[in-house]
């Protein structure tokens, strides 16, 4: 075992002796490349439009990227190897054992984002608008767009389910009309106040509870975005259909830019569980046709209706 | 319907790598795939098996979207003209790296006789710079099967480089 590791040392130094400084350069030259995540990503589906084309191009000129590209999915090294396998089993069953909770480490991270942002917020007046700024700020920042959102724990009812159309929990986010009014106004910040019972109940998948909550400040805050969305979406979960559609319909037309794509997501997961399936392809073919997060799963969503699987459902 | 036990061992080679590809890290691609079981497992009685493992698939491509979606965020990826042969190709680090293009061309038709995993270990190792451990953590094999398939590589490079060259350098 020695020898061979003494000769593979030789022979290494050896050759970058023989190799000389073009070898020295070439390193230095090839430590600018892209991460090798990136470049294994790169055949895959999941990696972002400007992201693919800047690793194309880079690729097209870096030969040795180009190789890695295709090496690193040979079968022999995309193997789950015995380690891994005992890790994926072993956060299966965490998962299994907490029964209904998210079990990722980012799921475990936005659950802290959640709990600083109920703190802050039964702090005194002050303190409470420049929380639920950071809050905010932070969750457009880094968690904007869902990280990894969490599994329904009320599974929808339909007989089989594609993929496509999975029902999960969206992120707890505030519309920025809603932070910028509670930097100042009384009324805003009762708004939050108001709103915290509500989006606590939903945080806890307590959607029954939730949608009641939510019901209760409807007229009280007529054009609270939060209130129809995440109200809505909590009936979807405790499968009121059609409290949810109403809901959500309401939340389409307050037309608040930030939300529009997520209330037109979840109508068509309402309509497709109420079992209108061509109101829910009218949803989902709209998302397809447009350029945001949910337009790839809005373009299998459509698909998924449209097959027989797929517009199965029982009310 | 199959057991869970049973869908689980069948299908994990295959969701394993797809997640891999997707998002390129074997610690993530480990992450997510247990999640998509544990979506299964949670909804395994309205699952139609004959739906898997595309099931499990879609659910791993949705995390993995929202992983990128997530890095490019946080990190606010590389930009143009951030890594190395990026930008005009008349740029001065593209000029000078023409010696380097050279000898990255003569490594990689010198090892194209070679397994996958020997010529991914001699570029990790002599153009990237990684260490073994580092390798071994990147393709998901032993620091000793690394070793092995750098000797058979450097062994390969040794006997296609020609004897003068290096002489120079010495």
């Known amino acids: 075992m020695t020898n061979h590791q003494d000769q593979t040392e030789a022979w290494e130094r050896e050759l970058a002796v023989r190799l000389g400084t073009p070898l020295e350069q070439l390193r230095a030259q090839r430590a600018h490349c892209p991460p090798l995540e990136s470049v294994r990503a790169l055949s895959g ?13 880079h690729i097209e000129q870096c030969a040795s990227c180009r190789v890695l590209s295709t090496d690193l999915h040979d079968e022999e090294l995309t193997a789950t190897s015995p380690a891994e396998a005992q890790r994926i089993r072993a956060r299966l069953s965490a998962g299994m054992e907490e029964g209904g909770k998210a079990s990722s480490a980012t799921a475990r991270s936005r659950q802290k984002v959640g709990r600083s942002f109920w703190t802050l917020l039964l702090r005194p007046a002050l303190v409470v608008a420049a929380g639920i700024l950071l ?6 920042l880094g968690t904007r767009a869902p990280a990894t959102p969490p599994i329904a724990q009320v599974p929808p009812p339909v007989a089989t389910i594609p993929a496509a159309l999975l029902l999960e929990m969206p992120e707890i986010r505030m519309s920025p009309a809603t932070v910028l009014l509670s930097r100042g106004e009384h009324s805003a910040q009762q708004y939050l106040k108001d709103l915290a019972p509500a989006l606590e109940a939903y945080r806890a998948a307590d959607y029954s509870k939730a949608a009641a909550q939510f019901a209760a400040l409807e007229a009280k805050h007529p054009k609270g975005i939060e209130v129809f969305f995440y109200g809505g979406v909590s009936r979807l979960h405790a499968k009121q259909h059609a409290g949810a559609i109403r809901l959500l319909v309401q939340a389409n037309a307050l037309r608040d830019a930030d939300f529009a794509d997520e209330v037109s997501w979840y109508l068509g997961l309402a309509h497709h569980r109420a079992g209108d399936t061509a109101a829910a392809r009218g949803q989902f073919e709209k998302l397809c046709a447009g350029k945001s997060e949910f337009s790839s799963r809005a373009c299998e969503a459509a698909k998924a209706v449209s097959s027989p699987a797929g517009s199965t459902v029982s009310r | 319907m199959g057991d869970f036990e049973t869908l689980y061992s069948q299908h994990l080679p295959a ?3 797809y997640a891999l590809k997707c998002v390129g890290r ?12 544990l979506a299964l497992y949670r909804n395994f009685d309205r699952i ?10 879609t659910v791993v491509k949705n995390r993995a979207v929202d992983y990128w979606r997530r890095v490019q965020l946080e990190q606010r990826n590389p930009a143009a003209g951030q890594w190395g042969d990026q930008g005009a190709s ?24 070679l397994k996958p995993v020997h010529r991914a270990c001699l570029l990790l190792r002599f153009v990237r710079d990684m260490t073994r451990e580092e390798i071994a953590r990147e393709l998901g094999i032993t620091e000793n099967q690394v070793k092995g398939a750098l000797q058979f590589a450097f062994e390969n490079l040794r006997k296609a480089l020609p004897e003068s060259a290096g002489r120079e350098n010495k």
């Open chain 2, 90 to 113: 008349d740029s001065p680090t593209v000029r000078a790296a023409a010696g380097e293009r050279e000898l990255e061309r003569w490594l990689i038709e010198s090892c194209a006789n």
């Open chain 2, 15 to 17: 969701v394993f790598r």
């Open chain 1, 45 to 57: 589906d999941a990696l972002p439009e400007q992201m693919k084309t800047e690793l194309e191009q």
């Open chain 2, 26 to 37: 074997r610690d993530i691609a480990e992450e997510i795939v247990a999640e998509a079981f």
């Open chain 2, 48 to 57: 139609d098996p004959a739906q898997l493992p595309g099931w499990l698939i």
């Open chain 1, 135 to 140: 809050f905010v700020w932070i969750s457009r």
